[in-house]
T-cell receptor, first 113, second 112 residues
Framework: NAGVTQTPKFQVLKTGQSMTLQCAQDMNHEYMSWYRQDPGMGLRLIHYSVGAGITDQGEVPNGYNVSRSTTEDFPLRLLSAAPSQTSVYFC????????????FGSGTQLSVL | QQQVKQSPQSLIVQKGGISIINCAYENTAFDYFPWYQQFPGKGPALLIAIRPDVSEKKEGRFTISFNKSAKQFSLHIMDSQPGDSATYFCAASSPGNTPLVFGKGTRLSVIA
């Protein structure tokens, strides 16, 4: 049972480039979310989804796009990378409701130069 | 406005001592209060959680104390060990499809 799988583990981008962070879970969880973790800022919610076809914005959604076409996958797209998006990104899922036990992936460390 | 305020930012405790991390909240609709533990290079993992119908929950060396009237809750780690060295996050959520909101985290170092 793989749990929540994030790829890539590390990524370096140049300002203005776009990319997609992948997240997949094999637990049949309805709820999935993306957080970013910055020193001294804790975990801040970017976007979340309560089921396939349903997404909503979190605390810091600007510059990011998501879609949820299947229960298993919840990719996070950076439209035009900026240095302020340098961070560690975590994907998480839970069976239900979204505030209950979250299972986190191991993270993607992103640097934008 | 930060919904969950966590303190201290960092904490150094001697092996065998008690580690105490505190959180405060304003939203009285919150009804679920978990703590997550994160080791370096890993994602956070649920450690222990409490609901407001009880004032304390204990799992092994980890205890959550909850004070509904003060809108505060805390994590106590008894007999702290070097293996407990990690970042701890408190969090809170309200009923329905509302996501967890996290505190800013406490970096705990347990020294021998």
């Amino acid at each position: 049972n793989a749990g929540v799988t994030q790829t890539p583990k590390f990524q370096v981008l140049k300002t203005g480039q776009s990319m997609t962070l992948q997240c997949a879970q094999d637990m049949n969880h309805e709820y999935m979310s993306w957080y970013r973790q910055d020193p001294g800022m804790g975990l801040r919610l970017i976007h979340y989804s309560v089921g396939a076809g349903i997404t909503d914005q979190g605390e810091v959604p600007n510059g990011y796009n998501v879609s949820r076409s299947t229960t298993e996958d919840f990719p996070l797209r950076l439209l035009s990378a900026a240095p302020s998006q340098t961070s560690v990104y975590f994907c998480a899922s839970s069976y239900a409701p979204p505030g209950e036990k979250l299972f986190f992936g191991s993270g993607t460390q992103l640097s934008v130069l | 406005q930060q919904q969950v305020k966590q303190s201290p930012q960092s904490l150094i405790v001697q092996k065998g001592g008690i580690s105490i991390i505190n959180c405060a909240y304003e939203n009285t609709a919150f009804d679920y209060f978990p703590w997550y533990q994160q080791f370096p290079g890993k994602g956070p993992a649920l450690l222990i959680a409490i609901r407001p119908d009880v004032s304390e929950k204990k799992e092994g060396r980890f205890t959550i104390s909850f004070n509904k009237s003060a809108k505060q809750f805390s994590l106590h780690i008894m007999d702290s060990q070097p293996g407990d060295s990690a970042t701890y996050f408190c969090a809170a959520s309200s009923p329905g499809n509302t996501p967890l909101v996290f505190g800013k985290g406490t970096r705990l170092s347990v020294i021998a």
